[in-house]
Structures are given as C-alpha cells and as structure tokens.
C-alpha cells in the first residue's frame, strides 16, 4: 500500500517568507507527528495529532510555525517569516490508532536563503 | 529530560564482520525503544521495536536488538554485514520518538 507521502520534497524560499509543507498519512492512521531534522542531528519533535487535534504541541520552537489538520488526514505545517536558522528537513510519520510504530515520510528539505 | 544517546558517529566493519551500533536511553518509566535507518536522500526505515517481553528482539534484514535495563541499553546487532547494510542508523525512545543523533555504518566489501 502508499506509504506517507509529503510534498514539495524540495522547497527553495528566502527569508521573511511564509511556506506551506504538506503531509500525507498511510490512510487509516490516525496519529500524525511533525519532526524536523537538522544537519548532522537527528530528528526533533514538533507536533503531534490524534484525528483532527493537536494532541501535543510542545516542540514547535515559537509562534511562527504552526501547522493543520482539518479532516483528520492530511496536514499542513505553515512556517512564518522564515528565518535561515528554520531550514532542515521536515518529516512526517503516521501510526494506526493505539500502535506504536510510526512509518516515516521521504521529507521535505526546506532551504532559505 | 529524556534523552536517547549514540556514542558512536561511525561505525566501520568489514563485509561478513559482525557489526554492533550502540544505544543508551534515558527516559522515564518503562521505555519504547525503536532502530531506524536511513539510507541517503530517503525517509526513517523501521527496523525493530521493544515494548515489552524477550529482551532479545528480531527486526527486518536480519537485524537484531537486546534490551538491557540495568545497562539502560538497547544495541543493535548484526551477525554478519552486508555492503548494503551502509547507511544512518537512529536510536529512538518513547512517544513522540526522541532520537539519538544518529551512527553512520560504513561497511567495506
């Protein structure tokens, strides 16, 4: 079956500027995390959702990031006023309910410049 | 604060070698361990979990992990490597998943 799937897998953006990373989970899961991943570090919590809530908030570094999941499927991580400091790649992982293995997106490398 | 720890930035070992990749935690409660890979320019790969049971615990690709609590330990292992075994190895603990920074495996044909 499809795996997580998240797009752009590149985004290329300069400071000052808003971006949108879009995460699609194995249908079904209904656990959804954000990580982010610096260079040469490994991944760091963000966000997490149970359905359509945050469940768990607590890793998002400040007010401008922020991120959705209307539907309870896809989610959205919106980034503000990006910074040169924000680029990493950011990874998304989904879960079936009560499992606790999370299943890993490809990623998305966010560059700004 | 939980934390997960990996001693080793790189690991090298010779094709047919056993190869070993360390792992410590330090989390609260009874831990949830996890072994990722990642291999370049891809996503986290599951390779295995403890929750509960047999310490010893079997993964995909032949790999293998023993949980040690008095160690606070949980190292992966590999009885005999591969060439394409070379790759970014992650320890990780818990829910959301602390992860360790990560052992590179570099295995020589």
């Known amino acids: 079956g499809a795996g997580v799937s998240q797009t752009p897998s590149n985004k290329v953006t300069e400071k000052g500027k808003y971006v949108e990373l879009r995460c699609d989970p194995i249908?079904?899961?209904?656990?959804l995390y954000w990580y982010r991943q610096s260079l040469g570090q490994g991944p760091e919590f963000l966000i997490y959702?149970?359905?359509?809530?945050?469940?768990?908030d607590s890793g998002l570094p400040n007010d401008r990031f922020f991120a959705v999941r209307p539907e309870g499927s896809v989610s959205t991580l919106k980034i503000q006023r990006t910074e040169r400091g924000d680029s990493a790649v950011y990874l998304c992982?989904?879960?079936?309910?009560?499992?606790?293995?999370?299943?890993f997106g490809p990623g998305t490398r966010l560059t700004v410049l | 604060a939980q934390s997960v720890a990996q001693p080793e930035d790189q690991v090298n070992v010779a094709e047919g070698n056993p190869l070993t990749v360390k792992c410590t935690y330090s989390?609260?409660?009874?831990?949830?361990l996890f072994w990722y890979v990642q291999y370049p320019n891809r996503g986290l790969q599951f390779l295995l979990k403890?929750?509960?049971?047999?310490?010893l615990v079997k993964g995909s690709y032949g790999f293998e992990a023993e949980f040690n609590k008095s160690q606070t330990s949980f190292h992966l292992k590999k009885p005999s490597a591969l060439v394409s075994d070379s790759a970014l190895y992650f320890c990780?603990?818990?829910?959301?998943?602390?992860f360790g920074k990560g052992t590179r495996l570099s295995v020589i044909a």
């Open positions: 249908s079904g899961h209904t656990a």
């Open positions: 403890y929750i509960t049971g047999d310490n």
């Open positions: 992982a989904s879960s079936s309910l009560g499992a606790d293995t999370q299943y």
């Open positions: 990780a603990a818990n829910t959301p998943l602390v």
């Open positions: 989390v609260s409660g009874n831990p949830y």
């Open positions: 959702f149970q359905g359509t809530g945050a469940a768990d």
